[in-house]
């Protein structure tokens, strides 16, 4: 279970994943801009990491400037219904955990 966990169980690439899911096919510049506080080579160091495991496709068209775009596999799709219970899991439970910290 955690060398399956460990590929996308961190910061950056579960929010990469629902937002790939939300938006579909996306260029790096549109992902930056959509985490604004990510930098390029953290967000290229876990869609490089994204895509070696499978969750993510990477296309590079040939043309000038070179244009690469992202979307989620199959397999990547498969885990969205996973993470969305994950997150309202936390939503539900957002209070007790500011109460834990506030102890």
Same mark, same amino acid.
């Given at each position: 279970m955690r060398?399956?966990? #460990?590929?996308? #169980?961190? &910061?950056? /690439? +579960?929010?990469l994943l629902v937002i790939l899911d939300e938006f579909g096919? +996306? %260029?790096f510049n549109e992902l930056s801009r959509a985490i604004a506080d990510i930098s390029? &080579?953290? $967000? /290229?160091?876990?869609?490089?990491?994204?895509e /070696?495991?499978?969750?993510?496709? %990477?296309?590079?068209? #040939?043309?000038?400037?070179? %244009?690469?775009?992202?979307?989620?596999?199959? $397999?990547?799709r498969t885990l969205i219904p996973i993470l969305n219970q994950l997150s309202e899991w936390g939503r539900e439970h957002l209070k007790d955990f500011q109460?834990?910290?506030n102890h």
């Open positions: 060398n399956v966990i #460990a590929h996308f #169980a961190n &910061k950056w /690439s +579960m929010l096919v +996306m %260029r390029p &080579k953290v $967000l /290229s160091g876990h869609l490089k990491t994204l /070696s495991v499978g969750l993510v496709k %990477r296309i590079i068209y #040939a043309e000038v400037p070179p %244009r690469t775009e992202y979307e989620l596999t199959d $397999l990547g109460q834990s910290t």
